[in-house]
């Protein structure tokens, strides 16, 4: 997760508390918490992956929200480098996003939302 991450246009690491969270800025959208991966994924996405993929996907309370817990075990590489990309586009700017994502098309669903164009 943190090679496909920080591969990533403006992504780097930082270490909060001692995990590693990768940011674009100062907002983050991947990390490793407690030996556990958390992605800031869309929310309508990350409501359908806790339904279908309970062993996968579970709610990690941020604030008033939640992100979500991923078992690393249990995606392949290709199913990770769509999930980071879906992550990495919640906090960047379309304009940012787009060409990125674009050129990663194949690999992700066509989507209405933000970044997920």
């Not at 490793?32 to 709610?59: A, Y």
């Not at 669903?109 to 164009?117: I, L, N, S, V, Y």
């Amino acid at each position: 997760m943190r090679r496909i991450a920080l591969a990533l246009p403006g992504a780097h690491e930082v270490i909060y508390k001692g995990q590693p969270w990768i940011n674009v800025g100062k907002k983050t959208f991947a990390l490793h918490w407690n030996g556990r991966c958390v992605l800031k994924l869309e929310k309508g996405h990350q409501e359908l992956l806790f339904e279908v993929r309970p062993e996968t996907f579970s709610k990690c309370p941020v604030a008033t929200n939640f992100w979500s817990y991923v078992e690393l075990e249990h995606l392949d590489v290709g199913e990770l480098r769509v999930l980071v990309l879906e992550a990495w586009s919640q906090i960047v700017p379309k304009k940012v996003s787009r060409p990125v994502l674009a050129q990663h098309q194949p690999l992700i669903p066509a989507k209405t939302g933000r970044g997920m164009e």
